[in-house]
């Protein structure tokens, strides 16, 4: 039973990783300095990071329910 909800939060979190990771680097504005083209994030990072969270505590989960 373990090893199931381990694997379930794992993929979820990779999955919310790999969305949110994405939508996360395009959110970004630019403008020209000096006429340098520098980059901003405006990305709100709180989604990735509890993706991983939940990647980390799935693969715990699933490291021990093979004990």
Do not use: H, R
Request: glycine share 14%.
């Amino acid at each position: 039973m373990n090893k199931t909800i381990g694997i379930i939060l794992a993929l979820v979190g990779l999955i919310g990783t790999i969305v949110f990771g994405i939508q996360a680097a395009q959110d970004s504005e630019t403008f020209s300095f000096l006429g340098l083209d520098i980059g901003v994030s405006t990305a709100n990072w709180t989604p990735v990071i509890i993706s991983v969270i939940l990647l980390i505590v799935g693969v715990v989960v699933m490291g021990m329910g093979k004990k």
